[in-house]
């Protein structure tokens, strides 16, 4: 299954409300996680079934989403959110998606 | 707490083979498989495929049959990755990940770096 990322890269200001998009080629019933991964470091799982929110991850990420179309926000951008962030499909197998990198504006 | 422990780097020749470890510690090892994801320099995660730790049977993507063999030091808490007859495409960063729910990877390893060069 093809996971399509969009936009490749954004920049944003601290504070904003960002969105980042991820579309599968088929329905995935909701089975969709997020991955951050900063620079040099492995990825870290941040949200997985489309919208359950892994232990530990900040209350300003969230997913939603159904079908083939999902949406990762995160409310306030912060500093510390730069990364590359992933999504990844596991109904069939296991696809992740080229990327969106978030930079500061 | 939950850790996965890869090797260091590796520096190969074209043709050479290589093995990459991956410890876990923090929780029982085989009560959750283990996936392998490469990381090709600048690009993005590809699935390699998975071990279950329990039986020990390894399940290969398409792309990486044949020269990849996923294995198990059970009782050492250890997954390995050996890659024969290496090409320089195999350049790549390899991480290790823990399958929290079928497919969901919760925790991962801090990558092993090789390097394949004439």
């Known amino acids: 299954i093809q996971m399509t990322q969009s936009p490749s890269l954004l920049s944003a200001s601290v504070g904003d409300r960002v969105t980042l998009s991820c579309k599968a080629g088929q329905n995935i019933n909701n089975y969709l996680a997020w991955y951050q991964q900063k620079l040099g470091e492995a990825p870290k799982l941040l949200i997985y079934n489309a919208n359950s929110l892994q232990t530990g991850i900040p209350s300003r990420f969230s997913g939603s989403g159904s079908g083939t179309d999902y949406t990762l926000t995160i409310s306030s951008l912060q500093p510390e959110d730069v990364a590359t962030y992933f999504c990844?499909?596991?109904?069939?197998?296991?696809?992740f998606g080229a990327g969106t990198k978030l930079e500061l504006k | 707490q939950i850790q996965l422990v890869q090797s260091g780097p590796e520096l190969k020749k074209p043709g050479e083979s290589v093995k990459i470890s991956c410890k876990a510690s923090g929780y029982t090892f085989t009560d959750y498989a283990m996936h392998w994801v490469k990381q090709a320099p600048g690009k993005g995660l590809k699935w390699m495929g998975w071990i279950n730790t329990y039986t020990g049977k390894p399940t290969y993507a398409d792309d990486f049959k044949g020269r990849f063999v996923f294995s198990l030091e059970a009782s050492a808490s250890t997954a390995n990755l050996q890659i024969s007859n290496l090409k320089n495409e195999d350049t790549a960063t390899y991480f290790c990940a823990r399958d929290a729910l079928s497919g969901v990877m919760d925790a991962w390893g801090q990558g092993a770096s090789v390097t394949v060069s004439s």
């Open positions: 990844q499909q596991y109904n069939s197998w296991y696809t």
